[in-house]
């Protein structure tokens, strides 16, 4: 099992800031695939961004210019950070990762419980 916890959200006013963290812990795992997404009440689990092993990223269109993606390999963890933020970001933002176990012949694509972004005035 690969546990993801993330952290970081909260309430902000539109315009703010907030940076996302998301964590991995398990043991013998190597990652490959890291992402966030996102879910607003009665909408779908969507697409925010993505970060390869590679470095390869790639981002929504409704939130490029605004968030970054970004890891710490040695950390395990995964961030996003989010700038110029609109009241439609408001979600709840759920982290996925997605690699192999060192161990045995078997991958997992495991998710983050999800933590709550509001952001209000």
């Known amino acids: 099992q690969v546990q993801l916890v993330e952290s970081g959200g909260g309430l902000v006013q539109p315009g703010g800031s907030l940076r996302l963290s998301c964590a991995a812990s398990g043991d013998g795992f190597t990652i490959e695939f890291m992402g966030w997404f996102r879910q607003a009440p009665g909408n779908q689990r969507d697409f925010v961004a993505t970060?390869?092993?590679?470095?390869?990223?790639n981002y929504a269109d409704s939130v490029k210019g605004r968030f970054t993606i970004s890891r710490d390999n040695g950390k395990n963890t995964v961030y996003l950070q989010m700038n110029s933020l609109k009241p439609e970001d408001t979600a709840v933002y759920y982290c996925?990762?997605?690699?192999?176990?060192?161990?045995?012949?078997?991958?997992?694509?495991?998710w983050g419980r999800g933590t709550q972004v509001t952001v209000s005035s």
């Open positions: 996925n990762v997605r690699g192999q176990y060192t161990t045995w012949a078997r991958r997992y694509n495991s």
């Open positions: 970060m390869t092993t590679g470095g390869t990223t």
